[in-house]
């Protein structure tokens, strides 16, 4: 089972594990997420953040994850394996998006139940990832989401996303803005392993230097809980 992607020459303002990432499987419910014992960083948020193309840039490649051409519509986690030498040594999880008004509301609900039971039970999570348009900032349903994660216990790291599209004086007010709001209201969420906030864009590289070092280090010091009978990485469930 495999996805081809496109793989860029490799970037020096990335982390060289991270664009060792090739296409694991793709899930679209509990059972059929595979267990290891590799640790796992979750990529969300809603649709039209730019969570696809954050992910390709980190990876330096141009179309390991897909974004959807009906926004809101693809109801799967695809997962990514990385690693050195053949060895895996973590895992990327890339959720759908969400926040799509079209999508059915049973679609949602289902997706919704999924969603909550990944990011608060999954035991091999070490960390979340949530994209954020710098430009609209938190919203009703990132802060759901969040809410969703919180039992977890793990730190949450936001990219920014599209700063770009702000001058560097609006970039630093919206990300300041964007702090004070997750010291504000973060310990009300539930959210107790820690949070922080950085500017980001895909387009002209922005912030990937500081952002490939976190999440590689996130991977480099988790440590996912290990799977009863785990079956090789190349296996599912």
Same mark, same amino acid.
């Given at each position: 089972?495999?996805?081809? $992607?496109?793989?860029?020459?490799?970037?020096?303002?990335?982390?060289?594990?991270?664009?060792?990432?090739?296409?694991?499987?793709?899930?679209?419910?509990?059972?059929?997420?595979?267990?290891?014992?590799?640790?796992?960083?979750?990529?969300?948020?809603?649709?039209?953040?730019?969570?696809?193309?954050?992910?390709?840039?980190?990876?330096?490649?141009?179309?390991?994850?897909?974004? $959807?051409?009906?926004?809101?519509?693809?109801?799967?986690?695809?997962?990514?394996?990385?690693?050195?030498?053949?060895?895996?040594?973590?895992?990327?999880?890339?959720?759908?998006?969400?926040?799509?008004?079209?999508?059915?509301?049973?679609?949602?609900?289902?997706?919704?139940?999924?969603?909550?039971?990944?990011?608060?039970?999954?035991?091999?999570?070490?960390?979340?990832?949530?994209?954020?348009?710098?430009?609209?900032?938190? #919203?009703?349903?990132?802060?759901?989401?969040?809410?969703?994660?919180?039992?977890?216990?793990?730190?949450?790291?936001?990219?920014?996303?599209?700063?770009?599209?702000?001058?560097?004086?609006?970039?630093?007010?919206?990300?300041?803005?964007?702090?004070?709001?997750?010291?504000?209201?973060?310990?009300?969420?539930?959210?107790?392993? #820690?949070?922080?906030?950085?500017?980001?864009?895909?387009?002209?590289?922005?912030?990937?230097?500081?952002?490939?070092?976190?999440?590689?280090?996130?991977?480099?010091? #988790?440590?996912?809980?290990?799977?009863?009978?785990?079956?090789?990485?190349?296996?599912?469930?």
């Amino acid at each position: 089972m495999g996805n081809p $992607s496109k793989t860029a020459a490799p970037s020096p303002d990335t982390s060289v594990l991270l664009q060792s990432a090739r296409f694991l499987t793709t899930a679209a419910e509990w059972s059929q997420l595979p267990r290891h014992d590799l640790p796992e960083v979750a990529f969300v948020g809603r649709s039209n953040a730019g969570k696809s193309s954050a992910i390709n840039v980190l990876c330096g490649q141009r179309r390991l994850a897909f974004a $959807s051409k009906t926004p809101g519509r693809t109801q799967h986690i695809n997962l990514f394996t990385v690693g050195m030498g053949g060895l895996a040594q973590g895992v990327l999880a890339d959720l759908p998006g969400y926040g799509y008004a079209s999508v059915p509301l049973a679609t949602k609900q289902r997706w919704q139940r999924f969603i909550a039971h990944y990011l608060a039970e999954r035991e091999q999570l070490v960390g979340l990832v949530l994209i954020v348009d710098i430009r609209h900032g938190l #919203g009703a349903l990132d802060w759901e989401l969040l809410r969703y994660f919180a039992p977890a216990g793990l730190p949450v790291h936001l990219l920014l996303t599209k700063a770009d599209k702000l001058s560097r004086n609006q970039q630093l007010r919206q990300a300041q803005a964007v702090r004070d709001e997750l010291q504000r209201n973060a310990a009300r969420a539930g959210l107790l392993a #820690g949070t922080s906030a950085q500017v980001f864009s895909s387009s002209t590289r922005i912030g990937l230097v500081e952002a490939a070092a976190l999440i590689e280090e996130w991977l480099a010091n #988790g440590r996912a809980a290990p799977a009863p009978s785990a079956p090789e990485i190349g296996d599912t469930a």
